[in-house]
């Protein structure tokens, strides 16, 4: 309750829970690459404006405690939102983070388009191995018959 009202609250997030803009929309989209059906589900859709919106609650505290976490390895929001942006052909996307604890709170982001880029190519990384996956049937992972070093030079 308290999470949903701070929605309301702010200015920046308040109309992308109004009836004027279509919210939990389940979409699909065939990837011409990779010929594979991909389907998502967008929190919130402005076809005319061609800009969808994703919620996140978050533990995160300030903008850049949530910043890092977003865009770090372990949640990829820009990969995400390329991946609705494709399946709804979009070209804005924004994350409303949502803060789950006292004061709740919620913050607007703007993906900027380099970001938007740089998840597309992120994603279509992803689908290919997917599909390289599906054509061979063979689910596993590089390297998962070798001795495999700890620490890799694409990592460091």
Same mark, same amino acid.
Request: hydrophobic share 40%.
């Given at each position: ?29 065939? &990837? ?21 919106? &994703? ?68 994603? &279509? ?6 599909? &390289? ?24």
């Amino acid at each position: 309750e308290q999470q949903i009202a701070s929605v309301l609250e702010n200015e920046r997030t308040a109309w992308l829970a109004s009836d004027e803009v279509q919210h939990e929309v389940v979409g699909f989209y065939r &990837d011409e690459r990779t010929d594979l059906l991909l389907k998502g589900m967008a929190d919130v859709l402005v076809p005319e404006d061609e800009y969808l919106a &994703d919620f996140k609650t978050t533990r995160h505290g300030t903008r850049n405690q949530f910043i890092r976490w977003a865009t770090s390895r372990e949640i990829a929001v820009h990969v995400q939102l390329s991946h609705y942006a494709r399946v709804f052909g979009m070209r804005q996307a924004s994350v409303v983070a949502v803060r789950n604890f006292v004061p709740c709170e919620s913050m607007y982001y703007q993906l900027p388009q380099w970001r938007l880029r740089e998840g597309n190519a992120a994603l &279509d990384y992803s689908l290919k191995i997917i599909s &390289d996956c599906v054509l061979t049937g063979n689910w596993h992972s590089a390297g998962w018959r070798e001795t495999n070093q700890l620490i890799e030079e694409e990592f460091i």
